[in-house]
């Protein structure tokens, strides 16, 4: 019997069938308590490499390792059973050679028993997307602005904004597409290029900072509820402020230790009544 539990989840082939039906809804995901929250609504949770920076405290997202992403994925897996889970590859660990991506993404979905991998590049690595799905890994490419990059295209800056970046972009997505993709994240590209690739692809577009013609949005979940600090990029919205719940529990928790009200006999063991 398999160690990951038998469950109905959405399933690529369902996510690739949205394209032109409905809107696909997706939030990243990096922990069990989470992953419950957001499984019911959601058609994918992405264990995203922003984990890095958002869980980590990291200035990117380029130290994490395969074997962190993958223990976050078995997290997230093992908490969930409706949305499909898919997780991130990180910075080196399919760059190399699509031989050793295989290696790497085969290694992270048998330790986590996520459904599928993301991973960022251009048209150079739509060789290696075609390798893992010729070998059964079903790819979500990232193309637009790839953190992974960032020291390559000096930072986390908005692409597309000139015809010829806008035409790489475009290249970039159909390449992935032809290589097997069943879907493509847009992060961080003009509206209307965005709008273009759409058009463009037979499967779906997943936008961060794209357009609402997108075939599907995604977003860092801290973002959309208030627990990623003051200021949060131009692309998010905060759908609610759990932070500030969190604060006044937690001030709550303190003022009753404190002043001895917390815990009271209710908490304890082996109090006769
Ligand atoms: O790492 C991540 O969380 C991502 C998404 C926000 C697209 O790549």
Redesign the pocket.
């Known amino acids: 019997m398999s160690v990951h539990s038998q469950t109905t989840r959405v399933s690529i082939p369902q996510i690739m069938h949205c394209k032109g039906e409905r809107k696909i809804a997706a939030l990243?995901s990096y922990t069990a308590p989470f992953a419950r929250l957001l499984d019911e609504s959601l058609d994918f949770i992405?264990v995203?490499?922003?984990t890095a920076m958002v869980g980590y405290g990291l200035p990117n997202?380029l130290s994490i390792t395969a074997d962190q992403m993958a223990a976050h994925a078995g997290a997230v897996v093992r908490s969930t059973s409706h949305a499909c889970v898919l997780v991130?590859m990180p910075f080196g660990s399919y760059q190399e050679s699509p031989a050793r991506a295989f290696v790497n993404a085969a290694r992270m979905l048998a330790i986590s028993g996520a459904d599928g991998v993301?991973l960022e590049g251009g048209e150079a690595l739509a060789a290696t997307t075609r390798f893992l799905v010729d070998r059964g890994v079903p790819v979500l490419a990232?193309v637009g602005l790839m953190p992974q990059y960032k020291n390559t295209m000096g930072g986390f800056k908005a692409q597309g904004m000139t015809d010829e970046s806008a035409e790489r972009i475009l290249q970039d997505a159909l390449a992935h597409e032809q290589a097997g993709a069943f879907a493509v994240?847009l992060?961080g590209i003009a509206e209307p290029l965005a709008r273009r690739v759409t058009k463009s692809l037979q499967i779906p577009t997943i936008g961060?900072g794209a357009s609402p013609d997108c075939d599907g949005q995604?977003l860092?979940t801290e973002d959309i509820l208030g627990l990623s600090g003051p200021r949060i990029p131009k692309f998010a919205k905060q759908f609610a402020d759990v932070g500030a719940v969190i604060r006044g529990a937690v001030e709550q928790y303190a003022a009753e230790v404190r002043a001895g009200t917390f815990p009271s006999l209710d908490q304890c063991f082996g109090v006769k009544k």
Do not use: A, R, Y
Request: glycine share 8%; charged share 30%.
């Open positions: 990243t992405l995203g490499d922003s997202t991130d993301k990232h994240v992060e961060i995604i860092v």
